[in-house]
């Protein structure tokens, strides 16, 4: 059974850093597009970053520059590194896996960026 656990939220001042986790299993992350998905409240999901199996990213306009999608193929985990935060930056963070048939999604992960 897939499994995405996310990790590494929390609560920053802006222009801070954190870095979040999703730790895979039942797949594997190197071969999958993986991607991460925030959701502010009152607002709809969006896609912020995501990363396909040949390594390709895309990102969201409002966060290119800022953060970056990797991967540890070893750690079998997706990673988000995330700079210069801003308070619309505020929301849950979802991982996800991002199949032709359909998404796999973790628990999320809060993260909360004052001013």
């Known amino acids: 059974q897939v499994q995405l656990v996310e990790s590494g939220g929390g609560l920053v001042q802006a222009g801070g850093s954190l870095r979040l986790s999703c730790a895979a299993s039942d797949i594997i992350v190197s071969i999958n597009t993986m991607g991460w998905y925030r959701q502010a409240p009152g607002k709809q999901r969006e896609l912020v970053a995501r990363?396909?199996?040949?390594?390709?990213?895309n990102y969201a306009d409002s966060v290119k520059g800022r953060f970056t999608i990797s991967r540890d193929g070893a750690r079998n985990t997706v990673y988000l590194q995330m700079n210069s935060l801003k308070p619309e930056d505020t929301a849950i963070y979802y991982c996800s896996l991002m199949r032709a048939f359909g998404y796999y999604w973790g628990q999320g992960t809060q993260v909360t960026v004052s001013s």
């Open positions: 990363i396909t199996s040949d390594a390709r990213t």
